[in-house]
């Protein structure tokens, strides 16, 4: 598959589609399953890794379903490609910096990833836009049981599905809600809503950001215990607090519009011209500044912009993305200037009528 | 106000709402902070290794526990604690006592109730019996005694192809 092509697209967690996606960005699952003959990755030898990529491209040959999927070599994709890979949630960081075989198949919409040689042998993914997590497992339930028609994997009757690490066995699943919570960061409500989660053995994660900071205020909520309930009961955990979250949401952006409207809407006005009008500009402050933007298109301060096309410049503007777009690999200067100036293009002539 | 735990001053004030129910709880920030904690066991496998260690194991024991290893894979389980990733699905069985405490205290369960493979599963002495295979071709090839690695190689090849894997 060719990656400039990719580029091109939006891919399916930003198409700003589905039930609540103003709040709602993707839902995701995935399945980690390990072939019952050969070692996990941590004991495999380059031959081993060879032959578990080999034999499941093989096996995965003898069914039709299996034919539309496109596969990338990752061991042969340069560093910048990898990173591509990563932005687009397409691959981990660990099969991106990972040596040796290993693969992505994925569908050309993006909807299913399946990772060959990750932590497990195979992790499959299914992505949604908006809050779909029903439908999602019935995407990745299906491709699971085409899998396991062609492939022997690890089971084991008291442990379910055997992973390399105990802490997703057993039915070696973990849905994840990403959500957009601007009024809740900016109300200093966050926090809390966390903890309760996290009193509920629901994990919180900052999206892009290392470990909980969050960059442009995206959230993802998931599971994180895979053993001793069923799929469906692991999915309704996650699937219930997600109403309650973005019931949160609303209100705290109900709030902002009640109590500070003007200062809302001076900052939608303050972020967008400094989007436009940037010489240089990092990952993080455009994040920053876009969630400001995509919260204003919401609450209708700004009948300028799209979510569309916020979207899209949240990706495009991430590091791997942009030098994809220029064609190369950039410096940390040069990316910023670079960022600043496709910025510019994109926004250009908006927001003259309000500054 | 002062905490409902302790001495010290309710600086947290939570209202749990179960079916309906409001219960208040004010609490001080260490209080909190225990009462918020997860309540299904250590979120990752070096939390849960780290809590699963300290509990009543001489030192001796320990470096016992350490030198068990997996007779298909070879993974020590002393490897096993230091990655926190297990070798072969074999480890399962051979560390279930082991891994048993440390999955309760990960999972706070001990069985499996979700989906099961839509076909009945393969043999799992032949499945192990080619994971250990594998291994003996590697030393075999490390020891550059290629001969041996050829036959091991063939044999690998013939299980595979009885086993239709």
């Given amino acids: 598959m060719n990656l400039d092509e990719l580029s091109q697209q939006t891919c399916e967690w930003l198409r700003a589609e589905g039930p609540d996606s103003d709040i709602v960005v993707s839902t995701r699952i995935r399945l980690a399953r390990n072939l019952s003959d050969f070692p996990f990755i941590r004991r495999c030898t380059d031959i081993d890794r060879a032959g578990i990529e080999s034999l499941v491209l093989r096996r995965l040959e003898l069914r039709p379903e299996f034919a539309g999927l496109q596969r990338i070599d990752v061991e042969s994709l340069d560093e910048l490609d990898r990173r591509f890979l990563v932005e687009r949630q397409l691959i981990s960081r660990e099969l991106a910096e990972a040596e040796g075989a290993r693969s992505l198949l994925l569908e050309p919409n993006e909807r299913l990833a399946v990772m060959i040689n990750e932590e497990d042998h195979l992790r499959l993914q299914v992505m949604k836009s908006g809050l779909q997590i029903a439908e999602a497992w019935q995407s990745i339930d299906r491709w699971d049981n085409l899998l396991q028609e062609v492939l022997q994997v690890a089971f084991h009757d008291r442990w379910g599905y055997l992973t390399a690490c105990p802490t997703n066995v057993g039915t070696g699943l973990r849905v994840s809600v990403m959500v957009h919570l601007p009024a809740l960061v900016q109300t200093r409500q966050i926090e809390r809503v966390f903890k309760s989660l996290q009193k509920i053995s629901l994990a919180v994660r900052g999206l892009f950001g290392e470990g909980s900071q969050a960059m442009g205020d995206f959230y993802q909520i998931s599971n994180q215990l895979t053993l001793g309930r069923s799929e469906a009961e692991l999915l309704e955990q996650v699937g219930e607090v997600v109403p309650a979250l973005i019931d949160y949401e609303r209100k705290a952006r109900d709030f902002l519009i009640a109590s500070a409207r003007e200062e809302l809407t001076e900052q939608v006005r303050t972020a967008l011209k400094?989007?436009?009008?940037?010489?240089?500009?990092?990952?993080?402050?455009?994040?920053?500044?876009?969630?400001?933007?995509?919260?204003?298109?919401?609450?209708?301060?700004?009948?300028?912009?799209?979510?569309?096309?916020?979207?899209?410049?949240?990706?495009?503007?991430?590091?791997?993305?942009?030098?994809?777009?220029?064609?190369?690999?950039?410096?940390?200067?040069?990316?910023?200037?670079?960022?600043?100036?496709?910025?510019?293009?994109?926004?250009a002539g908006l927001g003259e009528g309000t500054t | 106000m002062k905490c409902q735990k302790c001495e010290k001053a309710a600086t947290f004030h939570i209202t749990e709402i179960t079916d309906g129910d409001h219960v208040a709880l004010h609490l001080c920030a260490d209080c909190a902070e225990q009462y918020l904690k997860p309540s299904g066991g250590a979120g990752t496998v070096g939390e849960a290794l780290a809590q699963h260690l300290s509990v009543g194991q001489t030192s001796d024991e320990m470096a016992k526990l350490d030198q068990k290893a997996c007779p298909v894979c070879g993974i020590t389980y002393y490897e096993f604690r230091k990655y926190g990733r297990l070798g072969c699905p074999h480890d399962y069985v051979h560390f279930e006592a082991e891994l048993e405490s440390l999955i309760v205290n990960i999972h706070g369960e001990v069985r499996h109730r979700g989906k099961r493979p839509p076909k009945p599963p393969a043999d799992a002495a032949v499945a192990t019996e080619l994971i250990r295979l594998r291994r003996e071709m590697k030393e075999a090839i490390d020891g550059e005694n290629y001969e041996l690695a050829s036959q091991i190689r063939d044999r690998i090849r013939r299980l595979e192809k009885e086993g239709q894997r």
């Fill in chain 1, 274 to 347: 400094t989007l436009r009008k940037s010489n240089r500009i990092s990952s993080e402050e455009t994040m920053h500044l876009l969630s400001k933007l995509r919260m204003g298109v919401h609450l209708k301060l700004n009948d300028e912009l799209d979510i569309p096309l916020i979207n899209r410049l949240f990706l495009q503007t991430q590091p791997a993305h942009l030098q994809k777009l220029r064609g190369g690999p950039l410096g940390s200067d040069e990316r910023n200037r670079a960022r600043a100036e496709y910025l510019q293009a994109a926004l």
